[in-house]
C-alpha cells in the first residue's frame, strides 16, 4: 500500500510548507524524500517531494497486522517504535512458536510481506524490522556470542572458520565484531540466500 504525499513546484521550501501544513505535522513527525527534474524547452527546473507521517506508517501496521491476526486466527498484540530510520515492530502472541516458524522462516515472510505492503518506506531509505517475542534479538545476542567465542579460537590456532549462510544484516554483525580483532579480518562469499561468512588470521 502506497501511502506517500506526492507535491510538486518549482520551490523547494514552499513545498515543503505546504506539505506540514497540509498534513498539519511538524518536521519531526514526518519523513521527506526530495526529487527534482528538468522541465520544458528552456530546461527549468521541477522540485518534487513525497512524503509519509509517523502516524501513518504506525496506522498502516497496525492495520496489516490486524489482517494478519485474523487470516491465522491468532490474536496479536503489537509494538511499533520508530527510531530514526528504522521502524520496529514487535509482535507478542500466545503462540510465538507458530509466528516464528522453522528457524524464524514464518518470521522472516511476514516481514517481506509487510515491506512489500508499505510500498513507500523503500523510495524513502526507511528500515522496517519485525520480531516475535524479541526471537530475532535473542538470537543475535546468541550470535555475537558465538561469533566472539570463534575469534579467539581463530586467535589461538591461527586456522580460519567458515560460518553457516546468514542474511546481510546478521553478516553486518560478524563484519562488525571481527573488526575489533587487529589480528582477524572477515570475508563474505557467495551469493544470497547462501552467501557466507569466513573468520580468517590476517597473513
Do not use: W
Not at 514552499?14 to 505535522?25: A, G
Not at 520480531?131 to 545476542?141: A, F, I, P, S
Request: proline letters at 1%; one cysteine or more; a neutral charge.
Amino acid at each position: 500500500m502506497n501511502i506517500l504525499h506526492r507535491y510538486e513546484g518549482k520551490n523547494l521550501e514552499t513545498l515543503k510548507s505546504q506539505c506540514l501544513e497540509e498534513l498539519n505535522v511538524k518536521e519531526d513527525e514526518i519523513y521527506i524524500f526530495e526529487s527534482e527534474e528538468e522541465t520544458g524547452l528552456f530546461k527549468g527546473k521541477k522540485y518534487i517531494i513525497e512524503a509519509i507521517t509517523k502516524e501513518d506508517i504506525i496506522n498502516q501496521i497496525r492495520q496489516f497486522i490486524k489482517e494478519l491476526a485474523k487470516n491465522m486466527n491468532i490474536e496479536i498484540n503489537s509494538e511499533i517504535r520508530i527510531e530514526g530510520e528504522n521502524i520496529n515492530v514487535l509482535l507478542v502472541t500466545d503462540n510465538n512458536n507458530i509466528m516464528i516458524g522453522k528457524d524464524g522462516k514464518t518470521l522472516n515472510a511476514i516481514q517481506i510481506v509487510l515491506r512489500q505492503y508499505m510500498t513507500g518506506l523503500n523510495k524513502l531509505g526507511l528500515r522496517l524490522i519485525v520480531d516475535v517475542g524479541n526471537y530475532k534479538n535473542k538470537k543475535l545476542k546468541n550470535l555475537e556470542y558465538q561469533v566472539r567465542k570463534i575469534c579467539k579460537e581463530v586467535l589461538k590456532t591461527k586456522v580460519e572458520v567458515k560460518l553457516d549462510p546468514m542474511n546481510s544484516y546478521e553478516r553486518r554483525k560478524v563484519h562488525s565484531i571481527v573488526s575489533e580483532f587487529e589480528s582477524l579480518e572477515s570475508v563474505s562469499y557467495g551469493e544470497d540466500p547462501n552467501r557466507y561468512t569466513v573468520i580468517k588470521f590476517k597473513d
